[in-house]
Nanobody, 114 residues
Framework: QVQLVESGGGLVQAGGSLRLSCATS????????MGWYRQAPGKQREFIAS???????SYADSVKGRFTVSRDNAKSTVYLQMNSLKPEDTGVYYC????????WGQGTQVTVSF
């Protein structure tokens, strides 16, 4: 079955970096657009970044210039490199398969302290 498994979350101080990974299986990763969302406490889930099968990327304004999304089709994995982290980046980060397969991971917690 389709599986998306995030890893790499944790606790980091403001200004630090983290790299999230999302390992996938059960569908043809190389033909699927992928991305990341996050949900902060008490807020709705919001779009963070996406990457198409051709490598085109898109970012939320709040993370432009700080976050980078990438993919490795050989490993069926999508990444989110997060630099210059801020306390407002705290939340649960979800991997998302956009299309043609649509699926969500279980999420990984990122906490940025002051």
């Amino acid at each position: 079955q389709v599986q998306l498994v995030e890893s790499g979350g944790g606790l980091v101080q403001a200004g630090g970096s983290l790299r999230l990974s999302c390992a996938t299986s059960g569908f043809i990763f190389s033909i699927n657009d992928m991305g990341w969302y996050r949900q902060a406490p008490g807020k709705q889930r919001e779009f963070i970044a996406s990457i198409t099968t051709g490598g085109s990327t898109s970012y939320a304004d709040s993370v432009k210039g700080r976050f980078t999304v990438s993919r490795d089709n050989a490993k069926s994995t999508v990444y989110l490199q997060m630099n210059s982290l801020k306390p407002e980046d705290t939340g649960v980060y979800y991997c998302h398969a956009f299309w043609p397969t649509i699926a969500w991971g279980q999420g990984t917690q990122v906490t940025v302290s002051f």
